[in-house]
């Protein structure tokens, strides 16, 4: 049975309907990337699964139980935890501190009187931030900041991550030690959900990965499959494998990413990676 369902859910501000009848699961044990354009309504499905939005129409379900109308507080209570992309660590304490804080706290959420088993010293190891125990998170390196992230969800124990742009601000190998360190958690159980910009991390851990554009689910499947789905490719670069070639003219038009960035072109012989690694995000109105 699926973790989390996101069953036909539609968020509507005003005339913007930033999230359109979008269905989507996510299993146990598993790495889902949640993926889209720039504005095709990631973070607002964030925020409906996490109990920040209320949705306009439709429902989630967590561990088998409606949870549409639940608080924030309470959806963190029944095992699920949340980065953001604006990092939300307390600058003036030491990284050793905010995961206490965030450990004190999910001992009040669930009103545990005895300790916990989290070990601290041994989070913060696993996560990779060991050596910034004693540092004031404001003064460290943002890549650190988003490994201290995660090990304050993780001090929750949480059963769901939803992790918004973790890798921003990580190096390549930091990069690869943390798509290792997630499937890890898997291992143990954990589910993932990821909102990632860094297409070769989300092709390379995800087992799920559902694509949004326009607040619609257009594709869900294997990375194998959404890399070659022509209605993802179309989202991205605006044509796909099974469009005519466009001519030079229009491709300089079509190109999407921002300055510098690079991306496979279908259209080149040999080529088999067709959405870009995009560090760059798509900006929905210029596409
Ligand atoms: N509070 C809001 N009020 C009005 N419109 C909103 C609000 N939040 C989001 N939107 C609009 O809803 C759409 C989806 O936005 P959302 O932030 O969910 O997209 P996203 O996929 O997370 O984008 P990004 O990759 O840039 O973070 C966009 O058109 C956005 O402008």
Avoid: W
Wanted: glycine share 10%; charged share 25%.
């Amino acid at each position: 049975m699926a973790l989390l369902e996101v069953d036909d859910v539609v968020v509507q501000f005003g005339g913007v309907t930033a999230v359109d009848h979008a269905v989507f699961a996510v299993e146990p044990g598993q790495i889902t990337g949640l993926i889209g354009p720039n504005g095709a309504g990631k973070t607002t499905c964030f925020n409906v699964i996490t109990g920040l939005q209320k949705p306009t129409k439709g429902h989630v379900r967590f561990d088998g139980k409606d949870i549409t109308s639940l608080s924030v507080h309470r959806r963190s209570r029944r095992g699920m935890a949340r980065t953001f992309q604006r990092l939300e660590a307390f600058g003036s304490l030491t990284v050793r501190e905010n995961v206490k804080v965030a450990l004190d706290i999910h001992r009040g959420l669930r009103g545990l009187v005895r300790r916990s088993s989290t070990d601290i010293d041994a989070l913060l190891e696993r996560v990779g931030v060991a050596a910034y125990a004693e540092e004031r998170a404001d003064s460290i390196p943002t890549g650190a900041a988003r490994l201290l992230e995660l090990a304050r969800c993780l001090a929750g124990e949480p059963k769901l991550l939803l992790l918004d742009e973790p890798s921003s601000g990580l190096d390549e190998s930091e990069t690869d030690a943390f798509g290792a360190l997630l499937k890890d958690l898997t291992r143990e159980g954990k589910a993932v959900l990821m909102v990632e910009h860094d297409m070769d991390l989300v092709m390379g851990v995800c087992d799920d990965i559902h694509v949004l554009d326009f607040g619609k689910v257009i594709a869900s499947g294997k990375p194998a499959e959404i890399r070659t789905n022509a209605a993802v490719q179309k989202a991205y670069l605006g044509y796909s494998d099974e469009d005519e070639r466009p001519s030079e003219q229009t491709r300089t038009d079509l190109a999407p990413v921002g300055a510098g960035a690079a991306y496979a072109d279908p259209y080149d012989e040999g080529a088999t990676t067709v959405i870009p690694a995009v560090t760059a995000p798509i900006d929905q109105e210029n596409r």
